[in-house]
Structures are given as C-alpha cells and as structure tokens.
C-alpha cells in the first residue's frame, strides 16, 4: 500500500431536487438519502472521496472505473431515494430535476474539490462550522465516525499521504482551504484542474469548445476550468475521459 499511487483523477456529480420547495428539508429525508448514498457505493464499489447533502442539492467526489458504473450508481441512488420519499409522503411526480451534472476533476484539484464540499453548508448559511453539519462527511474525514461508512479510507490516504493521525491532518486542511468557489460554480464546467492539464484536455475537444477560464477569480485560485454548453457536454466529457486513459466510457 506504501507504493500506492496518489489518485490522478475524479468526477463531481451534482443531483438537484426538482420541487421549488426543496423536498430533502427534512432531516429525516437527508439522512434517508445518505443511507442510500452508501447502499450504491457498496453495491457498485464505487469510491467516494466526498459528498455533501442539501435541502435540495446533493453533491458526490467520486473515483469511477467508467462512466457505465457512474451512470448505474447514479440511477440505484436516484430510483431508489425517489421511490422511497414517495411511499413516505405519498406525493406524485419527478423527484429529480433532468440528469446529472458530470465535472472532471484532475488529480492537483481533488482535494479543493472535497473540501468545497465540505464547507458548502456554511456557504450556504446552514451552519458555522463544517463541523456542525451532518450530512457531509467531515465526521468520517477526521476519524469521529468510524461505522457505516459512506467514503473510502483507503482512497483517502492515498489522496492526503500516509502516516499517522490522518483524521487530524485532514482536518488542518480543511481549516486552510475554505476557496470561495461553490458547488454550482464546480458543476457549471465540464472539467476542473490545473492550467497545464487543462490545455492538455483541450487538445481533445474541438476548437469552438476550448473555452478555459478561471474557476474563481475573486480569490486568486490557480485552478482552471473547461465551461461548455449543456447540449455539448455529454459528447466532450465522452472526449476527455478517452484521452485521459484512466477511465472506460
């Protein structure tokens, strides 16, 4: 495990609820979706870095070995989280809005992507601290929480080294990145990394799709991002994952 390489790359999914009421308010509802959030990761071995769950948001960091096993995690964890809040509340229509949203994360990015999604609830005013919050994952990632795990420990000592006390390094981390870019800003490009990967990837796209801007410029983040129209990226993120290798479409 000592010569276990570091991740070189994941994908942010982003679930939305459909309702103008935001239909997983109830912590009831949030901790239900939770439960079903490790059920799929179980059944698919899909690793999780990350995951974050809003009233009416949910947002995932995960490691996939192709994008078939992310598009079945997804449909087990979306089917199944519906149906249930449908016989519980006995309320009728989608529970979604449309599909996912697909982000490629290269590996530089992984970690600012997971601690984005941990201080997402205190962007969103519902909490102070990370801390605070129980539907993200922070208790896992500092060693409070040590059954019913949703994210996998071994994916996580890969990403943030090995040694000991890897719960209080992570935590030292987490106090020092808190960038200002959100959850929605991540989701609004097709992929996040550094300036050099990312006109790498470009080269793969066609040129009418190579638009690299950065993801925050308020905070002087390093970070760059692909942004593409929402009818063109499922064909490009098609496009970045054959180029990179690491992952079967």
């Known amino acids: 495990m000592r010569n276990t390489p570091r991740p070189t790359w994941g994908l942010l ?44 948001t949910v947002g995932i960091l995960a490691l996939p070995d192709s994008l078939a096993t992310v598009g079945r995690f997804v449909g087990h964890l979306c089917g199944g989280a519906a149906c249930a809040y449908s016989r519980k509340s006995q309320r009728e229509g989608p529970f979604w809005r449309k599909r996912a949203h697909y982000t490629l994360v290269e590996g530089t990015a992984l970690r600012r992507c997971l601690e984005m999604l941990v201080w997402e609830p205190v962007r969103q005013e519902m909490a102070l601290h990370p801390c605070d919050y129980r539907w993200n994952g922070y208790r896992e990632l500092i060693g409070l929480r040590l059954r019913y795990r949703v994210l996998d420990p071994v994916h996580l000592s890969r990403l943030y080294g090995e040694g000991d006390n890897l719960g209080g390094r992570i935590a030292d981390s987490i106090e020092v990145e808190q960038g200002r870019a959100k959850l929605e800003d991540w989701s609004r490009a097709l992929a996040v990394g550094d300036k050099e990967w990312m006109e790498r990837a470009a080269a793969h796209l066609p040129r009418h799709r190579r638009n690299i801007a950065p993801l925050d410029l308020s905070s002087g983040s390093d970070l760059q991002a692909i942004v593409v129209a929402n009818q063109a990226r499922r064909y490009c993120l098609r496009r970045l994952v054959l180029a990179s290798g690491g992952m079967k479409c």
């Open 13 to 56: 999914l982003r679930l939305q609820t459909c309702s103008r009421t935001a239909l997983l308010r109830r912590k009831g509802a949030r901790t239900d979706l939770e439960k079903r959030l490790r059920e799929s990761r179980i059944r698919y071995r899909l690793p999780i870095l990350g995951y974050v769950v809003l009233p009416d």
